[in-house]
Nanobody, 125 residues
Framework: QVQLVETGGGSVQAGGSLRLSCAAS??????????MGWFRQAPGKEREGVAA????????SYADSVKGRFTISQDNAKATLYLQMNSLKPEDSGMYYC????????????????WGQGTQVTVSS
């Protein structure tokens, strides 16, 4: 059972930056063979895909609302996924979740197998 632990959330003013991390463990297959994604959910709203990276880094995808401001990356040796968030806006606030799925990448669609418990991001105006 893959375990995912997100860290790095917090409170920041609009225009600021945060870097989220997601540490993976207990993965039965090489970490590089997993599709990894970041999702977020604001109160009263549906969970939405923010960014995703295909196995072996063979492609990335971003929600239109974060293109040019967020960057997804990963360190395979550390089995850690990152989300660098710059120029943050109040509408970026929410709980951010890391997700993983072996082999097949659904990118921003939520059909992932494993989910972390989330880290809260609050952006004030």
């Amino acid at each position: 059972q893959v375990q995912l632990v997100e860290t790095g959330g917090g409170s920041v003013q609009a225009g600021g930056s945060l870097r989220l991390s997601c540490a993976a463990s207990r993965y039965p297959d090489p970490y590089s063979t997993y599709c990894m994604g970041w999702f977020r959910q604001a109160p009263g709203k549906e969970r939405e895909g923010v960014a995703a990276i295909a196995p072996r880094g063979d492609g990335t995808s971003y929600a239109d609302s974060v293109k040019g401001r967020f960057t997804i990356s990963q360190d395979n040796a550390k089995a850690t996924l990152y989300l660098q968030m710059n120029s943050l806006k109040p509408e970026d606030s929410g709980m951010y979740y890391c997700a993983a799925r072996w082999s097949i990448c659904t990118y921003l669609r939520p059909e992932y197998t494993y989910w972390g418990q989330g880290t809260q991001v609050t952006v004030s105006s």
